[in-house]
């Protein structure tokens, strides 16, 4: 067994605010991050996959399938977006990174099967990075 | 003669539109950028500042001074911030990098005298990272 | 559950030397790092914390206790320090990077509960880097 | 029990190409790494290390030590090589970096008990970067 | 006026051996990069634009033409390709990276004014790494 | 004409504290620089080279050549030293990282020419990091 982790890249917009909070605890849990008008990161996505080697292509998982499916799911909706305005999980969700990881990895897992069916590689973890200091693992 | 170059950090969300461009023009021009709902950049700015090494304290500038400048100037007033929102430049000026690197560039020799007055070191040079890939330089 | 991992900085100076070992066994096991007259590094500290995202808040922990906590406990007192001299853990103990992740890890552990009590998330790793190519976890 | 993780960096080249596969599928898996007179990586390799801190020492292992048996093992033989003409274990076998990561993890494992004996340091886990954005863990 | 780098990546192998030199000399100045069967890298090219800010777009230059450019001259050609034996320029030059900046250098400049006319930004300079601590400027 | 890079590190302590000054502005210029017992970095030195590229060589400069000269001149005598108390220019001079790259940069330019004479590469340009942040460049 081996693990493979590719790295992705988006840029995007939020800003953190609660529904479910007053304007005074959101912007004393938020601080800065409350700013009505958003800010934004480029984030840095790891996805690892875990498998076995094919004897055939020395290879665990074929990359331009992992690509794509990323791309699908991942790149494609999410890069030069606002994650408040324009993603569905986040209409009744709270963008921060950690919700963000746990949106990624739950899009992931639910398509994973498509593309890789039966004994094919795994998805073994989603990383990822809001900056260089802060980094969540699902 | 020496140079230092001090390295800071802000997050902050822009769209890239221009009121002298039509619709069509703005989306054929900046793409994904033009998304009307913005996106978000971790950008770095390295300031340098020329001068000569003070014998008796054998530095060039002194930090903590460089360091609220560009705290006042720069990362207070952008970090955190919608640019096209929230940054007076930018009410009538399209908010990319260049943009932005020029407004901090200006921001910074206007106010430099007031703290670096007469002989004291000189700003030689603003550059800004938008990504690690696309890199400024005014 | 989630992880986030933050990373801290601070510049330190250290000598390997043991009170356990001859002059010849410090010389041959320490070689350039047993110089009785020290030398020094960048440290990086990734604190990886292990918990339950928050409904409300979307977070894992609050950024702003654990910033207090490291930097009460590792940043302020070990940063611009020779380990050897100011530091009560190593008055007995080499200040190898192993022995210095060591303690920082006991460190935090000891103060965890005060500032994360109950339920809150968990302390669940500490790793940290000498230089890029030398990486401690504990 | 401590964790000590190393860097190591070659330069090697690869021509991805299985005797397995027809010439058509050679193709149609391997893409651009299938062109016949190959290209090439800057690779980082990672090796981590278990074991006790000695308590006299206050290290995991012997640096040293440790770098003479990558250097013979890995850095030595594959530095400025072509792993398909010249690496004995290639000759049968497609230097894809999963391959390349397991002939790593295999040459350490069956020399660390020469170097290492006994109650000794472990091999822990064996990590390769084929560029920044492929990591692949055995 | 403003300047924008722009950061490129390839992969590629190369030999140095030069046909003006004995087999001794070309051992004795190469060394292990006179391997006859090659070795490789992961190149990053550096590619500076300088040009003024169009007072409509905000932009020194459109990143798509120069992606274009780019892709066709440089990472196209060069990619997953051998040097020596797939890149006409080094039939009869060694592929040192001093060369191959130049190469590059020659190929963007001979091509820009077809992209970029008249008053268009200039090619103000290529930089090109062969490894993190070997960088050539043009 | 062409540039060469190469990048070098060293490991060492220093204490920033000046003769000339009294031991209040000691205090309040270097801040926390002014521990008696000192503190560290690791370092990293950029050597610019410029020079034609040989035409039968295709290189700039013997790097081994050049890693001789840096070697001798800077990694070994400052490599796990304590600048203050082991390097003699550092007598009579407080050793923040612009002296230290004046230091580097003079005693590179006084050894140049017996190993690089006449018509050979010049010595362009010495930078130095103090950490990613702090950038010198001379």
Redesign the interface.
Known sequence: M??????Y?F????R?H?A??SEAENER?????N?P??????YEVEVTVKGE?D??????V???DLDTLVGEQVVGPF????LN??IAEFQH????T??L??VIDRRLREAWPRVFPGAAPKLERVRILE????????
Do not use: W
């Open positions: 081996i693990q493979l982790t590719r790295r890249q840029s995007a917009s939020h953190l609660s479910d909070l849990i938020f601080g800065k991050c700013n008008y958003g800010h934004g990161h480029n080697v004897r055939a292509t020395g290879c665990v074929n990359l331009s890069d030069h977006r606002n305005e324009e969700l709270v963008p921060t950690e919700n990881g746990m900056t260089p200091r802060n980094i969540f693992e699902i």
